[in-house]
């Protein structure tokens, strides 16, 4: 009896070891599936939001237009007898560029107006014979409706011969003459180009914030890499409506007698040169998110939180904030990928 009694508190006592060793490994598995998480402390650099000031000039480019340009086409057919000019000719406005035949109405008009020295000499005939009662008066009053005939069929022809000197209709620089004595030319040929460049036009387009900065007349610079300095132009005129793009058209017009340029090259257009306004500052480094959905991290204390903000002006390093945060908030300007509301940091310079 009593080695029975030995034998079962020994296996009890080795039951509870066993449960108690395996109680404890259990404890260290769970503990061991369930680790302990340890906040990260994410080392980012910062900026203090503050006043400054911002330019309120923007730069575009644009390519220069003469001021005019025309293609010089002859107003009636036929053949060229003289070419009075080359390409690349200077023009004087009404300059005669080159003459067609015009032998037919030469011989028109030397008809016509030996029929108008008839018909002014048969008008003094009836004038005198109806006071003496040897004409009627319906005689003379032929005399003279074929007299006003023959004056309007006159200017007729001169209109002709007129047309047939080919002639600048402004001064400029003639180009692309494309024509030789003795060539035949159809109604609306082109024989040449007209080009004045005493002024040239830039075309420029601005966006919604542009235009409403910019008003017609306004002073403008014009940059170029030929021009030994910039030059000053004005607006001359203002599109009141944007285009299928959203942009409005602005036509800068440039003195250019002095040749300083030429048509078809490319220049950059400076507006509201000097302009400034104030208002509060953040490196571009800052934004999180695209530059219509602005946000940034804000920290306080050793945590940070994401803000939505509203921008203004931009410029190559800087960005100005009108709505969203205060002066003296200090917001992360590197290592924001890491972070998250509620991000532990520390800032290091």
Do not use: C
């Not at 006592?13 to 109680?23: K, P, Q």
């Not at 001169?158 to 024509?179: A, K």
């Not at 235009?211 to 000053?232: C, I, N, W, Y």
Request: net charge positive; hydrophobic share 40%; no cysteine.
């Amino acid at each position: 009896m009593r080695k029975r009694i030995i034998y079962i508190t020994i296996t009890t006592t080795l039951i509870a070891s066993i449960g108690f060793v395996l109680a404890s490994n259990k404890s260290k598995i769970d503990a061991a599936a369930k680790p302990q998480k340890i906040t990260a402390i994410i080392p980012v650099k910062a900026w203090t939001v503050k006043q400054d000031s911002f330019s309120t000039s923007f730069t575009l480019n644009g390519t220069t237009l003469p001021f005019r340009e025309v293609n010089i086409s002859a107003e009636i057919p036929g053949k060229l007898v003289n070419v009075f000019v080359k390409n690349g000719d200077r023009l004087r406005a009404g300059q005669i560029i080159a003459s067609l035949d015009a032998s037919v109405y030469a011989a028109q008009l030397r008809s016509i107006e030996s029929s108008i020295a008839k018909a002014e000499l048969d008008i003094e005939r009836y004038t005198r014979l109806l006071t003496l009662g040897g004409a009627t008066q319906l005689q003379l009053e032929n005399a003279i409706l074929q007299h006003k005939s023959l004056l309007a069929q006159k200017k007729e022809v001169l209109q002709q011969i007129d047309h047939m000197q080919i002639r600048s209709p402004f001064s400029g620089t003639l180009e692309n003459l494309n024509v030789e004595e003795g060539s035949y030319v159809s109604y609306g040929s082109v024989i040449g180009t007209l080009i004045d460049n005493s002024s040239l036009k830039i075309n420029v387009y601005l966006s919604e914030q542009e235009a409403f900065k910019t008003k017609d007349g306004e002073q403008v610079t014009v940059h170029s890499t030929l021009l030994s300095r910039p030059l000053k132009a004005n607006i001359s005129m203002l599109s009141g409506k944007a285009d299928a793009s959203g942009k409005f058209l602005a036509e800068i017009n440039l003195d250019n007698r002095q040749n300083q340029l030429k048509a078809g090259m490319v220049t950059d257009v400076t507006f509201a040169s000097g302009a400034s306004e104030s208002g509060l500052s953040l490196p571009l480094s800052a934004l999180v998110g695209s530059t219509k959905q602005p946000k940034v991290f804000v920290v306080n204390g050793t945590t940070v939180s994401q803000k939505n903000i509203k921008t203004g002006i931009v410029t190559t390093d800087k960005i100005q904030v009108t709505d969203g945060l205060q002066p003296g908030e200090i917001v992360v300007t590197s290592g924001q990928l890491n972070l998250e509301n509620g991000s532990s940091v520390s800032i290091i310079k």
